[in-house]
């Protein structure tokens, strides 16, 4: 019987952590369920110039990524701005709903400045914030409504703040600002390096080429360096392969290498009329000696009077 109590009181205590384990982390207004340290949600993209000319997308939007091994409820939080010299409250708020999962990113969608580039994909929520391109202040906040930050490094400052990017020649930051982003034509985006959360934006974010909007339908295990990884399809091998021939199908080079040259087809040809004429010659059949009579010679006495006649002739003219 006791042996029977201590089981049920031992197994009661596990499958209560079991629950919990399996449930996503929740957070209610006021509360931080994720640090500022690396062990939490974090703004792993803003990207600044949505709609200007040359730009790849139509609208603005920031993506998150939880890099912790638990989902994460972002009910009652929200995605704020504050331009670079602000001093009050934040300039506009996105209310957050739902999970973002363990390893997983979302997509808030924001304003635009025209209508170039193409559409985002789906965003997880969409909201009214016309981020500045070069210089403000984004922060992500386990509250609704909008918070008022004090200006220079406000890495922990605020308990509901869960992470913030402070861009350009803004007054609000972590350490020390991130670089400026890129004049209105000139695309890209800021990018956290590698996931890595160091409470410095100066360090942690990076200007790239690339943007990349992953809303929680997307690619739940992207490579931390998307540019490096695009780069390296991007370019596409330029070999081409081998034309097929059918085996025992001689090439072309080979064909050649046999086919006899001019020159060499004139001396064969010379060749042939030689012993042509060589095999001609010996089948014709050569007289002999004794065949070959000579002409007979004249006799004496005609010579003796053929010798004469000159006088015979002058007899008769005298």
Same mark, same amino acid.
């Given at each position: 019987?006791?042996?029977?109590?201590?089981?049920?009181?031992?197994?009661?205590?596990?499958?209560?952590?079991?629950?919990?384990?399996?449930?996503?982390?929740?957070?209610?207004?006021?509360?931080?369920?994720?640090?500022?340290?690396?062990?939490?949600?974090?703004?792993?993209?803003?990207?600044?110039?949505?709609?200007?000319?040359?730009?790849?997308?139509?609208?603005?939007?920031?993506?998150?990524?939880?890099?912790?091994?638990?989902?994460?409820?972002?009910?009652?939080?929200?995605?704020?701005?504050?331009?670079?010299?602000?001093?009050?409250?934040?300039?506009?708020?996105?209310?957050?709903?739902?999970?973002?999962?363990?390893?997983?990113?979302?997509?808030?969608?924001?304003?635009?400045?025209?209508?170039?580039?193409?559409?985002?994909?789906?965003?997880?929520?969409?909201?009214?914030?016309?981020?500045?391109?070069?210089?403000?202040?984004?922060?992500?906040?386990?509250?609704?409504?909008?918070?008022?930050?004090?200006?220079?490094?406000?890495?922990?400052?605020?308990?509901?703040?869960?992470?913030?990017?402070?861009?350009?020649?803004?007054?609000?930051?972590?350490?020390?600002?991130?670089?400026?982003?890129?004049?209105?034509?000139?695309?890209?985006?800021?990018?956290?390096?590698?996931?890595?959360?160091?409470?410095?934006?100066?360090?942690?974010?990076?200007?790239?080429?690339?943007?990349?909007?992953?809303?929680?339908?997307?690619?739940?295990?992207?490579?931390?360096?998307?540019?490096?990884?695009?780069?390296?399809?991007?370019?596409?091998?330029?070999?081409?392969?081998?034309?097929?021939?059918?085996?025992?199908?001689? #090439? $072309? /080079? %080979?064909?050649? *290498? &046999?086919? !006899?040259? @001019?020159? +060499?087809? =004139?001396?064969?040809?010379?060749?042939?009329?030689?012993?042509?004429?060589?095999?001609?010659?010996?089948?014709?059949?050569?007289?002999?000696?004794?065949?070959?009579?000579?002409?007979?010679?004249?006799?004496? #006495? $005609? /010579? %003796?009077?053929? *010798? &004469?006649? !000159?006088? @015979?002739? +002058?007899? =008769?003219?005298?």
């Amino acid at each position: 019987m006791v042996a029977s109590a201590l089981s049920a009181a031992l197994a009661l205590p596990l499958s209560a952590t079991a629950a919990t384990a399996a449930a996503p982390t929740t957070a209610g207004p006021g509360s931080v369920a994720a640090a500022v340290d690396g062990s939490g949600v974090v703004i792993n993209e803003a990207y600044l110039n949505g709609g200007s000319a040359n730009a790849p997308f139509t609208t603005k939007f920031v993506e998150l990524y939880n890099p912790t091994a638990a989902d994460v409820a972002l009910d009652g939080w929200s995605v704020q701005y504050r331009s670079a010299t602000g001093t009050g409250a934040s300039n506009g708020t996105v209310a957050l709903s739902g999970t973002i999962e363990a390893g997983g990113f979302y997509l808030v969608a924001g304003g635009s400045n025209g209508s170039n580039g193409a559409a985002l994909p789906e965003p997880d929520v969409s909201g009214g914030l016309n981020f500045q391109g070069q210089n403000g202040t984004i922060a992500l906040v386990a509250a609704p409504s909008a918070v008022t930050l004090p200006t220079g490094d406000v890495a922990g400052a605020d308990e509901r703040v869960v992470d913030l990017l402070g861009y350009g020649s803004s007054n609000t930051f972590e350490s020390a600002a991130a670089p400026a982003g890129r004049a209105n034509n000139a695309g890209g985006s800021l990018n956290r390096t590698g996931f890595a959360d160091t409470d410095d934006n100066s360090a942690d974010f990076a200007v790239l080429d690339t943007v990349t909007p992953t809303s929680s339908g997307g690619d739940p295990d992207p490579d931390p360096e998307p540019e490096r990884a695009r780069s390296s399809r991007s370019p596409r091998s330029r070999a081409r392969a081998p034309r097929a021939r059918s085996w025992g199908a001689p #090439s $072309r /080079r %080979a064909a050649s *290498s &046999r086919r !006899p040259t @001019r020159r +060499a087809a =004139t001396t064969a040809s010379t060749s042939r009329r030689r012993a042509r004429a060589a095999t001609s010659a010996r089948s014709t059949t050569r007289p002999t000696r004794s065949s070959c009579t000579p002409a007979p010679r004249p006799s004496r #006495s $005609r /010579r %003796a009077t053929t *010798s &004469r006649s !000159p006088a @015979r002739s +002058a007899s =008769t003219s005298r």
